[in-house]
Structure formats: C-alpha cells, structure tokens
C-alpha cells in the first residue's frame, strides 16, 4: 500500500513536468509571462524598444488634459523613466540602437535625449523615422526633409507631389522610402537630388519597410498585394488579400505580411511564400510583425495575441493573450536587434515587455513555473517520505537482530 502511494507520488511529479516541457492547452495556459505590464490607460498607437532591450519608449492617444503620452521605461522596472505630455496625437516613436536618441511626431517632430530634455522642434510632420544611430531624422509633410541631428538646417530637401502616410529610412540614414494613400511609392538616395524610382501600387499603400541597407524595400497595399522593390525596382508582387503588416528583416533576407486571416513569411528574392500561419476566428487580423537583426526571429501582433516565430517555422514558439481578453488588440509591436526582449502595446492601453524566453520558469506556456514548483515539491515530498519510511525499516530490523 505504501509502495503505491510512492509510487503515485512519482508519477504525479512527473506529469507535473511533462506539462511544464510540452505546450499542451489541457496542462498549461498558452500564454507567456511579460517581465512586467504598465497601464497608459489610453490607446497605444507606437513602441520602439533599443537593440539590447535595455529601454522602451510607447505613445498613446493624447487622453485627458495634462496627461503623460509619451513614456520611456528601463527593461528593469515598470516604472516610467519619464513620461510627457505632447498635446495632441501621436502615430509613431522612435529610439536609436542605443537608447539615447528618441523621435516623435504630432503635427511638428521633436527630438528628445534619453533624460527626456527636447533637443530640436521640426515644424511640420505627417510621418518620421530616424537612423539607427540616432545621427538622421527624416521628416515629410508637403514635402521631403532629411536633418541631421545637430543642425536645424535640412541635408536635403524633396518637393513631392503627393502627401506620404508612411515613411522608413536605411540604418544608415541613406535610403528613404515614401508611400501614400494614392499608392505611389518613392525610394530616395539621399547623396541624389531625385527619386531612384516611383512605383504605383493599385489601392493606397498601408505600410512600408526597408532593409537596414536600403537594398530592399517591402510594401503593403489595399489592393490585396505585397510588393518587393530592390534599388532598381519592382522585383515581384504577391497577391495574399488586404495587407495590414509588412516587415522586412534587416539583414534582407526576409519579409513578412499579415492580412485578415493569415501571416505569410517569404524570402525577399521569391514571390513564392515559404509559409503562412491561418490564425483563428477570433484571433483575426495581423496589426503589427516585427523581426530581429538577424531575422531569426518574428513578432506578430494580432487582433488579441502576441505571437513569436523562428523564421524558418509557422510554428509559434509561444503566445500570449494580453490581459486574457479577446478584444484588446495588439497595435504596436517592437522587438530588440539581439532578439531578446520584445515591447507590445494594445488598443486599451497596456503595455507589456517580454523576454523571448520566459525568464520565470520554462520556455513554453505562461504557467510553467507554478507547474514546475509543484512537481518539485511533489517530487521532494515523495523523496522525504521514503528516506523516512526506509529509515523506520532499517531501525524495525535492527532491533530485531538486537
């Protein structure tokens, strides 16, 4: 009888670990912990997170009156680093490899240093983006405008004719790419006074993305497309449905779209989809893909989960639904050059960082750790009680040899 009890002891001990080691839904929620969660409490619109992970900075929907939009965090705390009010709605933010330089727009540009303190107002801004090292900052409203960061005096200076929605930059600051609601994109060589090329799309281009050398520029349309552009141009288009994501990974090699139902992943050099992800009826639509430097991993923000894949698998490694709910999408989405940390922020304000393994417990669903704690106080516990009963054994035996 007691040789049973052990021995349900054991297994019990080890379910409890085949359940931390196998993402199964019955044994585990298929969730990932965040390292920490903080409330905005107003509609994240962009995150940008620096290469090693070490800060985040978020901006929301301006809220109340007074109210701080525009936050920065460490990777250790929770706690805003610093958090200002920028008086009117904010699309997108920007940080530098470093974390030392941060670019925002509302309807001018700022740039800010990482203790917070402006260092230069632009007038006028529809979209931005800034160089990797924080050196470049360009800047479009009824036109082109590449800055460097000391000088309030423009480098260049592009009349268009067209009004770009959206806008990327080479890590270099070099190759700026423009699109717009019309569906014209434009790539710049800023060493040249003219467009590389023009290109129509058929509907409005809702999102671009450029390679960290400018070699390749990616493009999401409405007219159910993703495009390829090299320098020279068009390269291939691949007909998947409405395109709300694109990414490109830096180092070229790969790009991402998510549409309603789908994300599909392709190497930049073929139309051909190397895999695609179906994500479920409630879980629809891909806002926001992110890869790391190396494009080994990718982060896809959905309409109420955070997904991370390994490139070369539609497998997710795991994901997370942000605060349980099935109705707080994930709009902003981030993940560090090394791949190790990653930022998201949701429609109801919340804003998660992660590590890409889950730092509490085992690199699979949220409640790992709670599962691995009990088996090994199972496992402890059964050890315990047979040490004792084979001591009592040992004692019964020696006294009746005594």
Known sequence: MKNNFRIKLLVIGLLCL??????????????????????????????????????????????????????LFSRSSSTPIWSQNLGSFSYKVVISENGEYIATGTNKAFLFDRTGAKLRTYPGCWVLDMSANGTYLAISHHGLCLYERDSPIPLRNYTLSIYPDELVI???????????????????DCLSPSPLWTYKTGEGVSQLAISADGQYVAAGSYDHRIYCFNRTGLMWNYTIGCVYAISISPNGQWVAG??????????????????????????YSAWSLDFSADGRYLVAGTHYRIHLFQSNSSTPLWSFTPGGRTDDTVEALAISADGNYIAAGTEHGKIYLFHRVDEGGANVPGYGGVWLTFAITVILIGYLYHVKHTSRQKGRVKQELG
């Not at 969660?37 to 929907?61: C, E, N, P």
């Not at 270099?172 to 790419?177: C, E, L, V």
């Not at 998510?258 to 190397?274: D, H, M, Q, R």
């Open 258 to 283: 998510g549409i309603g139902t789908k994300i599909y992943l392709f190497n930049c050099a073929s139309a051909v989809p190397l895999w695609n992800y179906t994500l479920n009826n409630f879980d």
């Open 170 to 188: 080479s890590a270099d600051g070099r190759f700026i790419a423009i699109g717009d609601i019309s569906g014209w994109i434009y790539l710049f």
């Open 18 to 71: 085949f359940c931390v080691h196998v993402p199964n839904p019955v044994c585990a929620y298929t969730g990932h912990r965040p390292l920490w969660t903080f409330d905005m409490k107003f509609r994240v619109t962009s995150v940008d997170i620096s290469a090693d992970g070490s800060y985040t900075v978020a901006v929301t929907d301006p809220g109340v009156p007074g109210a701080g939009n525009f936050t």
